[in-house]
């Protein structure tokens, strides 16, 4: 007849096999993501990284080179359409029509120039590579086409924000007459009723 092992007897032959099967998947894993990470960075960001730089940190841009630029990445995106996001290869149409038919663009470039370059930097850390630090790593923020752009998407933001905070005291004043005038009334038929 088998003999019934204790507890600690079954932990220390289970917990090491679980311990070492979710390592080896782990290693698995990582391995895998770092080389789809790589291909991600050689086909896809670092190219598209190296042609939207200079636009990046300049406020000074000609709209003929840009459009050439953001064609080219257009180009590098649809010829990697496994390793871009959809909504980015969407974005990066829309702006090529939206430059060749001389409409206002200035959102739609910030959201692909911010999308290439947080993904850019974001593989660098995953695969390892050095970054940039300090303020070079944020120069953008000091564009003036880029603060312009979210100052006005803060102007819009805090548009609602005061609108709401405006609605709140006028509710209040409201909501507190109407109660005033309900306990008036209340009080009133009461009055009557003796």
């Given at each position: 007849?088998?003999?019934?092992?204790?507890?600690?007897?079954?932990?220390?032959?289970?917990?090491?096999?679980?311990?070492?099967?979710?390592?080896?998947?782990?290693?698995?894993?990582?391995?895998?993501?770092?080389?789809?990470?790589?291909?991600?960075?050689?086909?896809?960001?670092?190219?598209?990284?190296?042609?939207?730089?200079?636009?990046?940190?300049?406020?000074?841009?000609?709209?003929?080179?840009?459009?050439?630029?953001?064609?080219?990445?257009?180009?590098?995106?649809?010829?990697?359409?496994?390793?871009?996001?959809?909504?980015?290869?969407?974005?990066?149409?829309?702006?090529?029509?939206?430059?060749?038919?001389?409409?206002?663009?200035?959102?739609?470039?910030?959201?692909?120039?911010?999308?290439?370059?947080?993904?850019?930097?974001?593989?660098?850390?995953i695969l390892g590579y050095p970054r940039r630090i300090g303020i070079f790593n944020h120069m953008h923020a000091f564009s003036i086409r880029r603060l312009t752009a979210?100052?006005?998407?803060?102007?819009?933001?805090?548009?609602?924000?005061?609108?709401?905070?405006?609605?709140?005291?006028?509710?209040?004043?409201?909501?507190?007459?109407?109660?005033?005038?309900?306990?008036?009334?209340?009080?009133?038929?009461?009055?009557?009723?003796?």
């Open positions: 007849m088998l003999e019934q092992l204790p507890l600690t007897e079954i932990a220390k032959i289970v917990i090491p096999g679980i311990i070492a099967f979710m390592t080896g998947r782990y290693l698995s894993r990582h391995s895998r993501n770092i080389n789809a990470a790589q291909e991600q960075f050689d086909k896809a960001y670092l190219p598209m990284y190296k042609i939207i730089e200079p636009y990046l940190y300049s406020d000074n841009e000609d709209e003929r080179e840009l459009l050439i630029a953001v064609k080219l990445i257009n180009q590098i995106a649809n010829k990697n359409k496994h390793l871009v996001p959809e909504i980015l290869r969407l974005e990066l149409n829309s702006l090529v029509n939206r430059m060749e038919s001389k409409d206002n663009y200035a959102f739609l470039i910030d959201f692909v120039s911010w999308s290439i370059e947080k993904r850019y930097f974001q593989l660098l850390s979210r100052l006005r998407r803060l102007d819009l933001l805090l548009g609602k924000v005061i609108l709401v905070l405006l609605f709140i005291p006028i509710f209040i004043l409201i909501s507190t007459f109407l109660y005033n005038l309900f306990i008036r009334v209340l009080t009133f038929i009461a009055g009557l009723s003796t």
